[in-house]
């Protein structure tokens, strides 16, 4: 049996069915103001369709799960493009476990999403099945990385009820300042997601077009006897080079808009695993970000906040609070569980310590802390409604660098997750 080709294929149904599930819950709410239509028994109908249909593709990305660590005789989430899959179909799980709980489908048109978004930046990296390092060769992988992304994909349902909150609540036609801060706040979040959206599009565009370009870089290492040695290592690119490696040649590159060179050099000073790389991936990124979000306000004609609210209006901002708070009091142990304590027993194991102040690690205590303050604030302060809403978006925003950002821009021992 070729598991390869059933887990592909398993995993592209799993991501269009996504998608057409998403479609089906933004008809839910758009659909409720067509006439003829009675608006309750419309979002109900359509909102069951999307919920059979998140289902549908839930069971897909099972398939790929399973098929894939038959193929590679061990549990898929020991790099980048592995555990980012894992963690969209953990996402999708947490999604269908609190749409059963609330009934709500107005869920899925932000849920969904970020689901979708988690596999498409997974295909940005390597798929082939790659043999687990030394490091990875534990129990404890299975353990600490299944329940380190769950809590994360829990803690993604709660930014989404936050976001669907602020949507609701934040007054789009006062002049008030505090009403125009809150506007800036939320468009600020909106363009994060449209500046990850351009990240993987442009990833996507750019490997379909076949653009390479290939530097040989020059750097020092030290060997087991502490003697530092210099070594000529390769350096590819997919995006074209703003910043091209430091210390390094040009093997090859691809013309793009009369671009037959690096516009610039990075600075020698930023090391690390790809340093140029990354800092050329992140520069992009912004340049996607801002082209994009640009071109949706110029056909929208309005922030993007304004064109999302009105969706909402229907909906009851306690419960949407509830919501946002539930799934985060969910995750927040089983974070803990993953992300911490299982973490901390596989790094004595692998590493010979139980912390070590590595990028990653102390990313994911930041992380831990400010959930923590989160829920302090909450049930100790009574910090309810737009306060916990907003603790709940930057939360999130925090994770995504822990998995992203932090993967573009620091070097550490997770950076084998990147390869």
Known sequence: MNFGSISSTSLLLAFIVYNVAFLVFVLAQVGKKWKGREPQSHERAWGRAGFGLAVVGFLCQLVYFFTRWAEGGHIPTSNMYEFMTFLSMMVIAAFLIIHLIYKTSVLGMFAMPVGIIIIAYAAVFPSEVQPLIPALSSVWLKIHVTTAALGEAFFAVGFAGGLMYLLRTVDYRSGEPSDRKERRGVEVTLFVIVTLVAFVSSIFIFNSAGYRAE????????????????????????????????????????????????????????EGVNAGRKLNTVVWSLIGGALLYGLLRLIARKPLGAVVSPLLQSLDPEDLDEIGYRAIAIGYPIFTLGALIFAMIWAQEAWGRFWGWDPKEVWALVTWLFYAAYLHLRLGRGWLGKKSAWLSVIGFIIVMFTLVGVNLIIAGLHSYSGV
Do not use: H, R
């Open 215 to 270: 530097f040989a870089q020059q750097s020092i290492v030290t060997d087991k006897s502490g003697a530092e040695q210099t070594v000529t290592q390769k350096v590819e690119y997919v995006l074209p080079p703003i910043f091209a490696p430091a210390n390094a040649e040009t093997v090859t590159m691809t013309p793009f808009l009369g671009m037959s060179k690096p516009l610039l050099t990075a600075p020698s000073w930023m």
